[in-house]
């Protein structure tokens, strides 16, 4: 038992951690129920065990502490937001470590959704309790695979760098609490990818055309050809995008072009979505927080169809010569 110095009981000794402010991570892994009923209780349990501990790994090398195990998840907090958010958005480098040593056998890729709070928490006994852990959990219930939420305290203690990467998307209620918050997506796409911020025509003339793959992309005459070796164009109405749209039915970070696995692709994270027209196809392909692959020829309308002469719309030819 620890004494202060006027000979007063500290009962904070008394708690593992006590209590405090954290950023709360609940981290669950998608899939495992297609691994269980593809593979059996022994091999998937193994896999599951395998991905869990590789996760817990990570996160606590990222400065992180796991609370507890939960099946296939995990529980984790962190002293600083931009910490959690930050190891949330490497899992998929550990996921696919752990894919890649399964895929071949059964073809069943485990995804990760992930839910993160900022508050105060109180430990006890190898489990926390907290309106944090609460929002957490929920938000973690409500992602989709390869997802990551965040509620709107923790969102709020992000720097501007990492609230660009953030997307507004929905309000919900959570058990025990009045009235609906706010919750935020956050890209967590681009820490695996080099993200063009700066113009693109220096980037050409340094890796030259030679690429037997690109993407031929016209804005108003104006030519970008976007390389594997580029990494991810990133499009929008922000000053730090690659392709810079001014147009206000265009998202700050509206979309991303980029060259995945010899072909490119095209994903959308904006509030409008974005339209793609493929050559002379009456059909339209709508994305809403979703990516299609790109080919041959056509053209791209942000926030609206490409047949509105009013949208912000450019035109894209992949040449892929690999093919």
């Known amino acids: 038992m620890k004494m202060e110095a006027d000979g007063v009981r500290d009962d904070s000794a008394l708690r593992p951690s006590g209590q405090g402010d954290k950023a709360v991570v609940f981290a669950d892994l998608t899939g495992s129920t297609k691994l269980f009923e593809s593979q059996g209780n022994t091999i ?13 790994k990570h996160f606590t090398m990222s400065g992180g502490r796991v609370v507890k195990f939960l099946g296939d998840g995990l529980l984790v907090l962190f002293d600083q937001s931009e910490e959690a958010v930050e190891a949330a958005s490497h899992t998929r480098d550990v996921l696919y470590e752990c894919n890649m040593e399964h895929i071949d056998s059964m073809n069943t890729p485990l995804g990760l959704k992930v839910g993160i709070e900022y508050g105060a928490v109180i430990e006890q006994r190898g489990d926390c309790y907290g309106d944090a852990v609460n929002v957490a959990a929920r938000l973690g219930d409500r992602a989709e695979s390869n997802e990551i939420l965040l509620g709107e305290s923790l969102y709020t203690r992000l720097s501007e760098s990492k609230r660009m990467l953030c997307t507004g998307i929905d309000r919900i209620a959570i058990r025990g609490k009045t009235g609906l918050f706010k919750v935020w997506r956050f890209d967590w796409r681009h820490t695996a990818e080099t993200t063009i911020t700066g113009p693109l025509d220096l980037l050409n003339e340094r890796l030259g055309m030679a690429s037997t793959q690109r993407a031929d992309i016209d804005v108003n005459g104006r030519r970008i050809q976007l390389l594997p070796a580029h990494g991810a164009l990133v499009i929008g109405r922000s000053e730090s995008c690659g392709l810079v749209i001014d147009d206000r039915r265009v998202s700050r970070r509206h979309a991303r072009i980029e060259w995945v696995g010899g072909q490119c692709t095209l994903t959308d994270f904006s509030t409008n979505g974005t339209w793609v027209k493929f050559g002379r196809e009456a059909e339209l392909v ?10 041959g020829q056509g053209m791209i309308g942000l926030g609206a169809a490409p047949g509105d002469f009013t949208s912000a719309t450019f035109s894209f030819q992949i040449v892929n010569d690999e093919e």
């Not at 709508?286 to 080919?295: F, G, Q």
């Open 44 to 56: 998937a349990t193994q896999v599951v065990t395998r991905c869990t501990q590789m996760l817990g």
């Open 286 to 295: 709508i994305l809403k927080r979703d990516n299609c692959v790109l080919h």
